[in-house]
């Protein structure tokens, strides 16, 4: 129980990726309306994130998923973890 | 491209025909899609001009309904429903989508067909939404737009495929360019037939489970050979330079001066004509009614009123021009996405920016422009923080109060005076209580269920003419229509307060009208802010429009025609001194006024201002509104002719020539150098044999024996009465009447009061009801009353 966690908290998130890097989505870590909402837009578990540019300061910064591009906050993205 | 297969077939079962005589209920078809799928061009494109915007009960979300002809002269109704990914209700947007569809609207029947569109260069993701609205039954033509760009960017698709595999009709078109929006037209001709909802053809997923709809949408995809096109090129390329760290934030700052330099001046001259028009076309309008009290009613009830609010279409026509441009051409989102770091800081996002700048210039635009702003929250508490924005109808009324109480001193040395230091500071003021109120909504009623936040960034295309057009005349006949009706009836309301009850059949004088009732009535609520029932009558009247308080108070402190407005220096009138207290002091016929360092001003009659230079003598030969006649013993006067009618002669004698002054224009009688200019207006002087008619530009010798009109240079005369307006007289009659700390008070109060009915009724119509104008305007009273309690008896302290 207590590995799970930890395994969770050090995975790879997508503030992580370098500019124009790709990561495979594992898992939302939010709550489950907003889980689905962004499964919506395209960040689904299993589906390749691209990341693009970005605010000025680096936040949001855009994500390429699905063939279109999302821009999110930080405090989202470092919710969304990679395989 | 853009074959409809399945068409003929799938119509055939979804619509049994019903004989001739088919019952004449209107068929309705519901547009339903996802944000940036081309929805509103494609209705643009079925309805041009047959539409109108309305709102549902008791919900923000806005809908468009329109007219769509078919051959046969048959027609059905087309309803631009919501932007939305699913239909499961969460957002306001999915419920009102969601309900429409199942029929759970009320004021509306269940659509008899859906138009489902989708984006085909984002198919994979856009086919998610396919399952929950093929899961209702209705007869749906599914849409693939944007066929063009699909093409371009090498994507690929098997058309009659996926019609078989969605069990549906699928048209691949182009609603910008309009290529195979005909069988549209074939789809709508089958379906309004009408058609019971039956189960639909093919096996859908579970609609909740996101994963496997999506999986499902890929296979999909993968069975009709879609081919996903290339990422779009020209985007990449140009968000390279338009989101690039240095060259970003620089377009960024430019675009953003643009809009705001463009609304705030580029707007003036547009306004300034049709103020001039209204007012212009009421005098004429005048003329052409007898009864005094029906002329009132006409010109300055009804005719200003619809003057108050066409004066807003230019700055709304400029800023949806703009916004229509960013939004359209895809830059908005990039804007939205640079301004959101600040504007998150303050519990709002990017979208906000746009809307709270416009405030600078007119709240009114403003609340209109935050349409742009998909989540609901964050729109409303940006309409709800807009007014606090300093707008440019606060400006006469600061300009007033700091000329009147705050000395002309340097604060800093001569960098910045005390004058300017109190504008800046009232604008800060505005700005603070606007973010501290954001912060505060969006803590308490206003909270984000939603923690994330997300910006789609649509590729770059050109926006097109039509589309702009259509948003230019939808944004005007929506103001037009449904704010305006409500502002020219307060407008209607707030005239009949200052001109009723009458007296004699004439309308009486503002300190016997209605609205002086009401000053009186609130004075003793509005005494601990320093305000005395004079200022109530002027937050009656400024209800109408800010800086109508400001011709209010000069009406009710210096209109009294036949009185001195305002003295300074040495000046004796009848052989008495006057000084700052004289103001209002009778100036009657045969009386004289003599100037020695001292400048004076009288209100000879309504609109008619005499003003003597130093050294100079006058006197008042006939006092009567039919014949006003004015002697000029010696010295420098001008008179400022802002309004004469035929009946009113208006005259000036100097030396042997006496001059009638016969239009609106400013005139410069100089008995020291024996010369009478004209700067504009037209008089005809007599006395020297012929009468001689002289006009702008002009001046006459009234000491030379030929008296020959001649041209002089206007910019090079300039005449230290030119500049010496008549605002100073109620600046000071407004210093004997109001403290320090109810000037302060006063500054206060306009600066956080939601005094402009124009906002209140925009307001009502963007949210779609009168709950949230009335939280803001009690808020924002509130919050204006308190402060400037607050600041008057602080500064009654310290001074």
């Known amino acids: 129980m207590q590995l799970s966690v930890k395994k969770t908290s050090s995975a790879k998130n997508l503030t992580e990726l370098k500019p124009g890097e790709a990561g495979v989505l594992d898992k939302l870590d939010l709550p489950e309306a907003d889980a689905q909402r962004l499964m919506e837009m395209g960040f689904v578990p299993g589906h390749s994130i691209t990341r693009g540019l970005s605010a000025p300061g680096g936040d949001p910064r855009v994500f390429r998923v699905d063939g279109s591009e999302v821009a999110l906050r ?7 973890l990679l395989k | 491209m853009g074959d409809c297969h399945g068409c003929p077939n799938n119509v055939a079962i979804l619509t049994p025909p019903r004989g001739i005589g088919a019952p004449a209920r209107r068929h309705i078809v519901a547009i339903v899609g996802p944000p940036n799928s081309g929805k509103s061009t494609l209705f643009n494109r079925l309805t041009g001009l047959r539409q109108k915007v309305a709102n549902f009960p008791g919900v923000t979300v806005e809908h468009r309904m329109g007219k769509v002809k078919l051959d046969q002269g048959r027609d059905v109704f087309v309803v631009d429903l919501p932007g939305v ?37 984002n198919l994979s993701r856009h086919l998610v939404l396919a399952a929950p609205v093929l899961s209702l039954g209705l007869p749906t033509l599914v849409i693939l737009n944007m066929a063009d760009d699909l093409k371009s960017r090498g994507g690929e698709l098997n058309v009659p495929e996926l019609a078989m595999q969605l069990g549906s009709p699928v048209a691949l078109i182009s609603a910008a360019k309009g290529t195979g929006v005909e069988k549209i037209f074939q789809f709508l001709s089958g379906a309004t037939i009408g058609a019971a909802p039956q189960a639909p053809l093919i096996q859908l997923p579970v609609i909740q489970d996101i994963p496997k709809c999506r999986a499902w949408a890929t296979n999909i995809g993968n069975k009709t050979g879609y081919h ?8 990449r390329r140009l968000d390279a330079f338009f989101l690039h760290p240095v060259a970003g934030p620089l377009v960024f700052l430019f675009v953003v001066v643009a809009v705001f330099q463009t609304i705030f001046n580029g707007a003036r001259p547009l306004m300034d004509g049709i103020d001039e028009l209204i007012k212009s076309s009421g005098v004429w309008l005048g003329h052409l009614l007898p009864n005094e009290a029906l002329r009132s009613l006409l010109i300055d009830g009804i005719w200003t009123g619809v003057g108050s609010v066409i004066i807003f279409l230019p700055q709304i026509l400029l800023l949806f021009l703009f916004i229509g441009i960013l939004e359209d051409s895809g830059y908005l989102a990039r804007a939205a996405l640079i301004a959101d770091r600040t504007m998150a800081r303050f519990g709002l996002q990017g979208k906000s920016f746009i809307p709270l700048l416009s405030a600078y210039a007119c709240a009114v635009p403003a609340i209109m422009a935050t349409r742009t702003i998909e989540d609901k929250r964050d729109r409303i508490a940006t309409i709800l923080i807009a007014p606090f924005m300093t707008c440019s109808a606060r400006l006469p009324v600061y300009i007033l109060i700091i000329g009147a109480f705050i000395p002309d001193k340097n604060v800093i040395g001569p960098l910045l005076g005390m004058r300017a230091a109190v504008l800046l500071g009232l604008y800060i003021l505005g700005f603070v209580a606007a973010i501290l109120t954001a912060r505060l909504l969006k803590s308490t009623i206003l909270k984000s269920r939603r923690s994330s936040f997300m910006l789609e960034m649509p590729p770059y295309r050109w926006p097109t003419v039509r589309s702009l ?16 009706t ?34 009186h009535f609130v004075e003793p609520g509005i005494k601990p802010l320093g305000f005395n029932w004079k200022i109530g009558i002027g937050l009656v009247t400024s209800l109408a429009a800010r800086e109508t308080i400001v011709s209010t108070l000069g009406t009710i402190y210096a209109a009294r025609p036949g009185t001195v407005d305002y003295a300074e220096g040495q000046v004796s009138m009848g052989g008495h001194d006057l000084d700052a207290k004289s103001i209002g002091a009778e100036f009657t016929q ?12 009288i209100l000879l009659t309504p609109g008619v201002y005499l003003r003597l230079g130093p050294n100079t003598s006058a006197t008042l030969v006939a006092a009567g509104l039919a014949d006003t006649r004015i002697q000029l013993d010696s010295g420098h006067a001008m008179i400022e002719v802002d309004q004469i009618f035929q009946e009113n002669r208006l005259g000036v004698t100097q030396g042997s020539f006496a001059v009638e002054l016969h239009k609106k224009g400013t005139y410069d009688f100089d008995a020291a150098n024996n010369q009478v200019r004209v700067f504009d207006g037209v008089a005809i002087a007599m006395g020297g044999g012929h009468p001689v008619e002289f006009g702008g530009g002009q001046e006459l010798n009234t000491a030379a024996p030929d008296a020959k009109a001649k041209g002089f240079d206007k910019k090079a005369f300039g005449g230290d009465l030119y500049d010496w307006t008549r605002d100073k007289g109620l600046q000071q009659a407004l210093h004997q009447d109001l403290t320090l700390g ?43 009353y308190l402060c400037a309690f607050v600041a008057n008896h602080l500064v009654s302290i310290w001074s």
């Open chain 1, 74 to 80: 930080r405090e989202t993205a470092r919710r969304l």
């Open chain 2, 85 to 121: 990914y699913s239909l499961t209700p969460r957002t306001e947007d999915e419920r009102v989508t969601h309900d429409v569809l199942s029929g759970r609207m009320t004021g509306i029947p269940r659509p008899d067909a859906v138009l489902l569109i989708l984006d085909s260069t």
């Open chain 2, 228 to 235: 996903a096109p290339a990422p779009p090129l020209w985007t």
């Open chain 2, 469 to 484: 057009t259509l948003r230019l005349v939808d944004r005007s006949k929506v103001f037009l229509m449904r704010a305006g």
């Open chain 2, 486 to 519: 409500v502002i020219l009836g307060v407008a209607i309301v707030i005239w009949a307060l200052s001109y009723l009850p009458l007296h004699d059949g004439k309308p009486p004088a503002i300190e016997n009208s209605f609205a002086s009732g009401i000053g």
């Open chain 2, 590 to 601: 045969g009386q004289s006024i003599r100037t020695l360092n001292g400048r004076a001003e």
């Open chain 2, 742 to 784: 109810g000037a302060i008070g006063l500054l206060v109060f306009f600066a956080f009061a939601m005094q402009c009915m124009s906002t209140i009724a925009v307001v009502r119509r963007e949210t779609g009801g009168w709950f949230w104008p009335g939280v803001q305007f009690a808020y924002m009273t509130g919050l204006a």
